[in-house]
């Protein structure tokens, strides 16, 4: 049974920096408005993504508590050495495009990007997250005291992340990445996997995966309540982020459940190399469309960039982030 636990977690880790990855790449392509639609709430992976990344953390917390200098030592290099190399290709990359590098490259290296909207996504779309993941964990000490609460700490962390974004929204900042992206926007999800953690120590049976007839309506309603709480536009739209991580999960979990082994093993390996692909993974799109702008087919085109996408990623984890660890 535990196995099983921690495969599932493999696996929603790996379909979800999946569906994250072929949002971006589709981004670059017209497509009908409705196939869009439906791409797009790939991009919800990160929700699962923030979940799972506190579920294992926590979990490993859990099993072998480390002071908080050790947890930097070891959580903070884990993330920042890679980040750091893949900035530094992307900077040559830039500099060969003739754009602008040292304040992208000193922001990201610096950290101090997280800070200036200009430079958030200066070396790419999906670099926010690395400014969330780090916020994360210099608040450590802070959230686990918070979560483990004797009443009320779950609820408060998630009253903190509601009030944050209504203070965003009010603010007139929700669009702006170093501010709907700051780690307590989207703490509630983050604590919710630490939870899950700490329930699956105590009592590995309270995470059995709900029946048919809970899924399949959780799924439903999390998808129709993010479209309309999308469409809504403020204040709503604030909010969804809650249907979205409901709605993507319960998909998840159906497509596991439905026990297609060549698939859900494809996904559980993926995620021995996720942080990597999602590392390099707007790299290469962007290398490999500059190489074969109009000299092949859109479709040939979109298989390249995956697959190199994807084998890079895994050479990289394989071959020199494990030096690095």
């Known amino acids: 049974m535990p196995f099983q636990k921690l495969n599932l977690i493999d696996f929603l880790r790996g379909f979800s920096i999946s569906t994250i990855v072929l949002f971006h790449l589709f981004q670059n392509y017209l497509l009908p ?29 859990l099993n072998r508590p480390l002071g908080y200098r050790d947890f930097l030592r070891k959580r903070f290099g884990r993330i920042y050495w890679p980040m750091a190399i893949v900035c530094m290709a992307t900077a040559a990359w830039m500099l060969y495009q003739g754009k602008e590098v040292l304040m992208p490259l000193l922001g990201n290296l610096f950290l101090f990007k997280m800070f200036v909207p200009e430079l958030e996504s200066s070396m790419g779309g999906q670099m926010w997250f690395i400014s969330t993941i780090i916020q994360f964990y210099i608040a450590w000490p802070l959230i686990v005291r918070l979560i483990n609460l004797n009443r009320g700490g779950y609820w ?154 994807y084998v890079i990623a895994m050479g990289y984890a394989r071959f020199f982030v494990q030096r690095i660890r």
């Open 33 to 61: 408005s409705w196939l869009m639609k439906a791409i797009s709430f790939g991009g919800a992976g990160v929700h699962v993504f923030i979940l799972c990344s506190g579920f294992g953390l926590y979990l490993s917390y």
């Open 156 to 309: 408060i962390i998630l009253a903190i992340s509601l009030l944050w974004s209504t203070i965003v929204g009010l603010l007139g900042y929700a669009e702006e990445r170093v501010w709907n992206s700051f780690f307590l926007q989207y703490m509630w999800e983050f604590c919710l996997g630490m939870k899950l953690a700490e329930w699956y120590v105590k009592r590995p049976s309270l995470l059995q995966i709900p029946k048919w007839k809970f899924l399949l309506p959780a799924c439903l309603a999390g998808l129709a309540l993010t479209g309309v709480m999308g469409w809504a536009g403020f204040p709503w739209r604030l909010y969804n982020d809650i249907p979205s991580l409901i709605g993507y999960t319960s998909l998840a979990l159906i497509i596991y459940k439905t026990g297609i082994g060549l698939l859900n093993r494809f996904f559980s390996y993926t995620n021995r190399f996720s942080y990597e692909w999602y590392l390099v993974h707007i790299l290469v799109f962007q290398v490999v469309m500059s190489a074969t702008k109009d000299k092949i087919a859109p479709s040939a085109e979109i298989i390249l960039c995956l697959l190199l996408s």
